[in-house]
């Protein structure tokens, strides 16, 4: 009979060492919140650092976007037989697959608005998880540190969650179509 593995917060496992990540809420509400990646003892190996910080997210933002999370995370952990998690103070231990998923969602929201931010939370919850997990390892090969906001595929993930801004120039109008059975190549069918 296996073994059930015990966790922590979101899925995490309780062993020493697992690949997960970290979710650092400050007690003060003006601090920002930190994703970072622990790569548990395989980051102690081959040059690989042991972590690396993901994204610094403006308090309002995480606020905005941090139950939208809980719940599609908690609702795939109890579909698994895993104790659920709550977000609290201090570290939040997630799950490396879950992580990613997060990392997509705090990446499209770092620069939203407001009025946007709802938006984002309903296009990534209706991603797969399969698709989140491969947007981002596209993001995270060219921008994922805390200072690339504005580069490749993280400033993608914005545009593509919220709908991205109203382009500066008018929109252009649509040619006007020939009727078909106007053309050259069908007169001599009438």
């Known amino acids: 009979m296996s073994e059930r593995i015990k966790t922590i917060d979101f899925g995490a496992p309780e062993k020493f060492g697992a690949h997960i990540f970290r979710v650092e809420i ?17 980051g102690e190996e081959g040059g690989i650092p042991r ?61 939203a608005n407001e009025d946007q931010i709802p938006v984002i939370c309903s296009k990534w919850a209706a991603l797969r998880p399969e698709e989140r997990w491969w947007l981002f390892a ?25 709908d991205g801004e109203k382009p500066s120039f008018g929109r252009k109008r649509r040619p006007v179509e020939q009727d078909l059975f106007n053309l050259p190549l069908l007169k001599d069918l009438k």
Not at 26 to 42: K, L, Q
Request: aromatic share 10%; proline share 3%; net charge positive.
């Open 138 to 162: 596209m993001t995270v090969a060219e921008a994922g540190l805390p200072e690339d906001t504005q580069r490749g595929w993280r400033k993608a993930l914005f545009y593509a969650f919220s």
């Open 26 to 42: 400050p007690t003060a509400r003006i601090e920002p919140v930190r994703i970072i990646e622990d790569y548990g003892y395989r």
């Open 51 to 111: 972590y690396e910080e993901r994204i610094i997210l403006k308090r309002q933002v995480w606020s905005a976007i941090s139950d939208t999370a809980r719940r599609e995370f908690n609702e795939r952990l109890k579909a698994a037989r895993i104790q659920t998690g709550r977000w609290h103070t201090g570290t939040n231990l997630v799950d490396r697959l879950l992580g990613r998923e997060l990392c997509i969602l705090a990446w499209a929201a770092e620069t």
